[in-house]
């Protein structure tokens, strides 16, 4: 049974997505999300205000999908220990100060100018969604361990290097931006999510280049696995520092749009350079 096992695990290794990674991480958040749905039905209150202690803790216990998917998947396909190797590559942080200077240069700028553009047309700034800066170092940590970054122990750490081996560079971010937007749908029900408030085709811009910059980053990093949930958690960190959304479905939200359109190209310009260095330094 170990020899077929084994045998089992190099083929799916070499020339097989493992599905069942998206199988577990679907099931996993959506069956949470689906009862904090359930439990919120009959509130017109924000999740922030609802009678369910539960909600909020639900919540942030669904985003753990991704990660739970690449564990099954882990454990299921290579065995006892396996788990146990993966997470020591996200021990180190010394990612070189020029990807620290990057995913703080690129997220932050991007942020910022989505943030500051609509003033020069006329519309009111938005104030921060912290009550001050000094808040930002904490906050950024709370975000990258459990508002965001822990999902890239699934989607970047674990599935994108499958994704990137049958597909290539490009389609394989194309392909996890569109399944990461599409795994976050439920969370349009749930009132008083930052996605009740978001349009879900520029949500998919973002993601899609959210793709192409983590991936960038992790190979930038060589392979510390810890950078892409970094990036994860300054991307989110940065939007409550300028925020980009109006906590309003009726309104304009050009910001979010700006923001979106902002990523997305700086994600092709990252894919079209690293592509370009593939076909001419290989």
């Known amino acids: 049974m170990l020899a077929g096992r084994k045998k089992y695990s190099e083929e799916f290794m070499e020339n097989k997505i493992p599905v069942r990674f998206f199988i577990i991480t679907f099931l996993f958040s959506w069956i949470i999300w689906g009862i904090t749905i359930f439990l919120n039905q009959d509130s017109s209150h924000e999740i922030i205000y609802t009678s369910s202690g539960l909600i909020m803790p ?30 020591k590559k996200f021990i180190s942080l010394k990612f070189g100060w020029k990807v620290w200077f990057s995913i703080f ?21 938005m104030p921060s969604f912290l009550p001050n800066i000094f808040i930002f170092p904490i906050y950024l940590l709370i975000v990258t361990l459990f508002g965001g970054g822990q999902e890239e122990i699934g989607w970047r750490g674990y599935i994108l290097p499958f994704l990137e081996k049958k597909y290539g560079l490009i389609l394989s971010s194309i392909i996890l931006g569109v399944i990461w937007a599409v795994w976050h749908i439920p969370l349009w029900f749930i009132p008083g999510t930052s996605q009740t408030y978001m349009n879900f085709i520029a949500f998919t811009f973002m993601t899609i280049g959210y793709s192409f910059i983590f991936s960038w980053v992790l190979e930038a990093s060589e392979n510390r696995l810890l950078s892409g949930i970094v990036a994860h958690g300054v991307a989110n ?46």
């Open 58 to 87: 639900l919540m942030l216990l669904g985003a753990f999908g991704p990660a739970i998917g690449a564990f099954v998947s882990l454990r299921s396909l290579n065995g006892k220990g396996a788990i146990k190797n993966y997470c």
């Open 237 to 282: 960190g940065f939007i409550a520092l300028f925020p980009i959304l109006i906590m309003n479905k009726e309104s304009n939200q050009i910001r979010f749009w700006i923001y979106s359109v902002i990523i997305i190209l700086i994600g092709i310009i990252i894919v079209s350079i690293r592509t370009y260095k593939i076909k001419h330094y290989a």
């Open 105 to 125: 240069l690129m997220l932050g700028f991007s942020c910022f100018m989505a943030w500051i553009i609509p003033e020069f047309f006329g519309m009111d700034r």
